[in-house]
């Protein structure tokens, strides 16, 4: 049994559908490709990079407070938080989708069991019928067959067990693992772990290359989630986001590929169809630069060409890098292997075949990064988020990219006893806040204008607007 039983509806129809999304922005508009690509959003005029295309509040959500949980499973279950909250261990369930009243997968499938529950028993005409219609998006959500593991019946068993019979009512094993196909296919990563589902933002095409972004400054709980135009977009033109996260962008064609395979499609877009594999950079032969890159994409043994000087490599040299390449991407993935050659080449180094914006360079600077900075590490902390700006711009073609934001900013502070570094990086996340955070770098002015003039900052710190220029909290 699914979600909607007779007395809450059917799905809503591509009309109904294209109708709700259209009324949250005027900037967009929805479209059906009859022929294999579904619903799709387009640009109903043009817009400029940075500019707001849709602020849209979420359709439900999971967080690791419980707070959900609490009203949906038993009693006994939804216990098992309150322990884990007062020691502060429910961050440990941030990503983790588990059977625990402390994981926003549960979280979330626990505020969708009490929203058909108020569709079905509500006394207050208005809430049924407003739980009515989010039942209804819900269902309409895109989903896809390989989203999710299937469940086993001891899994379905167990989760259905956590949840209070009045709300479970006749859901079944196919049912439940329909949300939550639903659920992996739509979800977006929110703030401190929570998971949130959107409806009109589930429209978005995919792109490894997209023309959107999920754009806020610093998103609270309450606020809604909002969408910016990452270049200038032109009136018609199809609208679409990145649904990996820029480590996992970064990757190879192949690999992309393999993570993309959980929402069952593959991406068409250039990156991945017709443009040079630029993450995949050894060092030229001719030329000695590290831009020697797979001309088509996805191929194990592609040519390689120089994007410099235009030389390609010869097979033997080629084959040598992607045989290094190899053992790299296995090590990786915790598979140990001696290097080819024994780990040197004829001059007795490596260093001279994979270059620096090589996406193992970048894994390796990325990991330096996420463990964050300590006394012992500060110089090799700064070093490897300096690759990964060189990394970044050089894949996305342009200094001013959100992706970089906090980057610059990091190394702002980093650069506080030398006025000349510390001054480049803040130009550098002053011209990105101006392209694509405009508002805020309003405020930024106003509030130094004002403390140079001595009347203090331009506006008082307030938690229910998006004020905070602290990055931490973006998107």
């Known amino acids: 049994m699914t979600l909607l039983e007779p007395d809450i509806g059917e799905p809503l ?35 400029k990079a940075g500019e707001v295309l849709l602020s ?46 402390c994981s926003p997968l549960i979280d979330c499938l626990a505020g969708i069991l009490h929203t ?15 739980s009515k219609l989010k039942i209804r998006q819900f269902a309409t959500l895109a989903r896809s067959s390989v989203a999710a593991e299937p469940m086993t019946d001891e899994d379905t068993k167990e989760l259905l067990d956590a949840f209070s019979p009045e ?22 990563g929110g703030i401190e772990g929570q998971l949130d589902i959107m ?36 009136a018609g033109e199809a609208l679409s986001i990145s649904y990996i996260e820029l480590a996992d962008l970064y990757l190879p064609t192949a690999a992309r590929a393999k993570v993309l395979n959980s929402w069952g499609f593959r991406c068409a877009c250039p990156l991945c169809t017709c443009r040079p594999e630029l993450s995949r950079a050894f060092v030229c032969p001719a030329c000695s630069l590290p831009e020697l890159c797979p001309t088509t994409p996805g191929l ?67 990991q330096t990064m996420q463990e964050g900075p300590s006394l012992e590490n500060l110089s090799n902390y700064a070093t490897a988020i300096e690759d990964l700006i060189q990394c970044i ?44 955070y405009a508002e805020e770098a309003e405020k930024q002015d106003q509030e130094i204008l004002n403390l140079c003039q001595g009347r203090g900052p331009h506006t008082a710190p307030d938690v229910s607007t998006c004020t905070d220029t602290d990055l931490d909290g973006m998107d």
């Not at 439900?60 to 707070?67: I, L, M, S, Y």
């Not at 038993?74 to 989708?97: C, L, M, N, P, S």
Request: glycine share 8%; aromatic share 8%.
């Open 199 to 234: 409806f009109a933002g589930s429209m978005f095409e995919h792109s490894c290359d997209p023309n959107c972004f999920a754009g806020n400054w610093r998103r609270l709980a309450h606020q809604p989630r909002i969408y910016r135009a990452l270049r200038d977009i032109e």
């Open 116 to 130: 058909k529950s108020e569709a079905l028993h509500s006394k207050d005409k208005s809430q049924r019928a407003r």
């Open 13 to 47: 129809t591509f009309e109904e559908v294209k109708r709700l999304v259209e009324a949250a922005s005027p900037a967009i508009e929805l479209q059906l490709d009859e022929g294999g690509k579904g619903r799709f959003l387009v640009a109903r005029k043009a817009l």
């Open 300 to 366: 194990d043994a592609p040519e390689l060409r120089c994007r410099k000087c235009g030389k390609s490599a010869e097979p033997a040299y080629g084959a040598r890098c992607f045989e290094l390449e190899g053992v790299l991407t296995r090590l990786s993935e915790g598979v140990e292997e001696p290097f080819p050659h024994g780990g040197a080449d004829a001059n007795g180094s490596n260093d001279n075949v994979i270059g620096c914006f090589h996406h193992a360079a970048f894994r390796m600077a990325w």
């Open 167 to 188: 709300f479970v009512g006749t859901m079944d094993k196919d049912g439940l693992e329909g949300a939550l196909r639903a659920i992996s296919c739509n979800r977006f």
């Open 393 to 436: 711009t050089r894949f996305h073609g342009v200094t001013s990219h959100p992706d970089l934001l906090e980057m610059y900013h990091i190394m702002a502070e980093l650069n506080a006893g030398n006025l000349e570094g510390q001054q480049h990086y803040l130009e550098l996340e002053r011209a990105t806040l101006t392209c694509y």
């Open 56 to 101: 849209e509040q979420t359709l439900f959500c999971g967080r690791t407070d419980a707070r959900q949980t609490r009203l949906a499973c038993k009693k006994e279950f939804a216990d098992i938080a309150t322990d884990v909250i007062k020691e502060g261990r429910d961050a440990e369930y941030q990503d983790d989708d588990c059977i625990h009243p």
